[in-house]
């Protein structure tokens, strides 16, 4: 089956700008993950869906920053008024929502760069 | 705030060669995952360990939980050129709003034919 798709791939922006990184999750999923990874460096939690629980957004570093999951699918989240600091690969991943045993599968990743 | 740090960061081999890399805390997890990312690719899982000293086993790869669950080590026995990527091990976490995994700072390991 289809595994977790992001688009788009690669995002270059001038700083100011607004983006929207759009990330399908496996069908069937109910948790959904952003996070943001530095060159090659770990990865910094940014949010978390779960069902149609309210969003666990304690990792967005800014009020500039933004997420949405519609339908329980489909999760978009937006970066407004770009900062240089915020080039970095954005990652989705999609999990059945197993608590700490979860397995999270992950997209390739959106990478941002901001000009 | 990183809560794991991992070592070494960056970590460069012959084929054939052991080696190991750790995990380390100061916080109690849950549970304790590996993954392995390649260039280009998002993370995939390699183990989820949730016992305190538990020991998994997959293939070349041996996978340990800290008694305490603080930390955790990964060893490659023979590593081969395929094992090259960054390894990423993450802490799971009960918290107010529902699960979180804190991830470490990452490996990269380079194995060299």
Redesign the interface.
């Known amino acids: 089956g289809a595994g977790v798709s992001q688009s788009p791939s690669n995002k270059v922006t001038e700083k100011g700008k607004d983006v929207e990184l759009r990330c399908d999750p496996i069908s069937g999923h109910t948790a959904l993950y952003w996070y943001r990874q530095s060159l090659g460096q770990g990865l910094e939690f940014l949010i978390y869906f779960q069902g149609n629980s309210a969003p666990d957004k304690s990792g967005l570093p800014s009020d500039r920053f933004s997420a949405e999951r519609t339908g329980g699918s489909v999760s978009t989240l937006t970066i407004q008024r770009t900062q240089q600091e915020d080039s970095a690969v954005y990652l989705c991943a999609s999990s059945l929502g197993q608590g700490v045993i979860d397995t999270q599968y992950f997209g390739p990743g959106t990478r941002l760069t901001v000009l | 705030t ?1 809560l ?1 740090e ?1 070592s070494p960061q960056f970590l460069s081999i012959q084929e054939g060669e052991n080696l190991t890399v750790y995990c380390n805390s100061s916080s109690v ?3 304790l995952q590996w993954y392995r990312q390649e260039p ?6 390699l183990v ?1 360990v ?1 016992t305190g000293g538990e020991v998994k086993k997959l293939k070349r790869l041996t996978f340990q939980f800290g008694d305490a669950r603080k930390d955790s080590s990964l060893h490659i026995t023979a590593a081969q050129p395929g094992d090259t990527g ?1 390894y ?1 091990c ?1 802490g ?4 107010s ?10 490996t ?1 390991l380079t194995v060299i034919p």
């Open positions: 990183q794991l991992q997890f849950s549970s280009g690719e998002g993370p995939v899982l989820t949730v960054l990423l993450a799971g976490k009960v918290v709003t529902g699960n979180q995994f804190y991830f470490g700072t990452g990269s």
